[in-house]
């Protein structure tokens, strides 16, 4: 990695850089692909004047990762570890285990919006994650995770899971974004059997959640068949479903039948599931 020189470092912008003080230091660049590595690797070397500093720092490192292709996995694993020690996180004795249902969300166009808003997408990014939490605490669900756009839920049963992506696509839709923006947020349900270790959940259906949400297109709330079953399980007032076949996802052994969550205030048309 060349170093940047002086006169390299003050013609970069702030988007530039993960971290910029209240005195205006510029620390953590992530001009390119090379420095973004050389960020995440120096992270816990940077003394942060905030908690919230801290965490936008993060959010930046993380969206450029994702804009570069790279999956940072020893950082994730690194910031994870030191919420759960902070009390950040939450534990066993906190979240459901055996058969729940898992909710997972995603921002469509997340790159566009950060190319397009700059700094001002932190803004769009807290108001999204505020939103989220209201909606799944609202209907009695617990985050579990959240990775830059991304988001992951648990519910004891699919009807809070539904209740909870109902109204928040409703919420996102009244929501009054920065000028010319339209914030979609992609959502997908799963249920089964799930496992709470040191490292957090594991099972095939956290897998299973996150390409149902994969398949969705912003705006949509896709559910898997599994989900919906048996027949006479309780369905919230106001919502319905309509399936749009069995779909094979990337990683998953068997073809699984996904079905459009429908009720007022939802979009109601989309094309065919996105390939995962």
Same mark, same amino acid.
């Given at each position: 990695m060349a170093k940047l020189t002086a006169a390299e470092r003050a013609g970069l912008p702030d988007s530039a850089f993960a971290y910029v003080d209240s005195a205006g230091k510029r620390r953590l660049p992530i001009n390119d692909e090379s420095h973004l590595r050389n960020a995440l690797a120096r992270f816990e070397q940077v003394n942060f004047e905030s908690d919230e500093a801290r965490e936008q720092s993060r959010t930046r490192l993380l969206n450029a990762a994702k804009r570069y292709g790279i999956v940072p996995i020893g950082f994730i694993t690194g910031q994870?570890?030191?919420?759960?020690?902070?009390?950040?996180?939450?534990?066993? #004795?906190? $979240?459901?285990?055996?058969?729940?249902? $898992? +909710?997972?969300?995603?921002?469509?166009?997340?790159?566009?919006?950060?190319?397009?808003?700059?700094?001002?997408?932190?803004? +769009? $990014?807290?108001?999204?994650?505020?939103?989220?939490?209201?909606?799944?605490?609202?209907?009695?669900?617990?985050?579990?995770?959240?990775? &830059?756009?991304?988001?992951? &839920?648990?519910?004891?049963?699919?009807?809070?899971?539904?209740?909870?992506?109902?109204?928040?696509?409703?919420?996102?839709?009244?929501?009054?974004?920065?000028?010319?923006?339209?914030?979609?947020?992609?959502? #997908?349900?799963?249920?089964?059997?799930?496992?709470?270790?040191?490292?957090?959940?594991?099972?095939?259906?956290?897998?299973? &959640?996150?390409?149902?949400?994969?398949? &969705?297109?912003?705006?949509?709330? +896709?559910?898997?068949?599994?989900?919906l079953s048996p027949d006479d399980s309780p369905r919230p007032d106001g919502i319905a479903f309509t399936s749009l076949g069995t779909h094979r996802l990337r990683g998953l052994p068997d073809a699984e039948e996904l079905f459009q969550v429908r009720a007022e205030g939802l979009i109601a048309d989309f094309p065919p599931p996105r390939p995962t």
């Open positions: 994870l570890e030191s919420e759960r020690k902070a009390g950040g996180r939450p534990d066993a #004795g906190d $979240l459901p285990s055996g058969v729940v249902t $898992l +909710l997972f969300t995603d921002i469509e166009g997340s790159t566009r919006h950060l190319h397009e808003l700059g700094d001002r997408y932190e803004e +769009l $990014l807290t108001d999204v994650r505020d939103l989220t939490d209201r909606a799944v605490s609202h209907s009695g669900g617990r985050e579990v995770e959240v990775r &830059a756009d991304e988001y992951f &839920a648990v519910f004891e049963s699919v009807e809070p899971a539904l209740e909870a992506a109902v109204a928040l696509q409703r919420s996102l839709a009244q929501h009054d974004w920065p000028a010319g923006t339209e914030v979609r947020v992609r959502i #997908g349900i799963h249920t089964g059997h799930i496992t709470w270790t040191k490292g957090g959940y594991i099972g095939l259906p956290v897998h299973a &959640a996150s390409r149902v949400c994969d398949a &969705a297109h912003g705006g949509q709330v +896709l559910v898997s068949g599994v989900s």
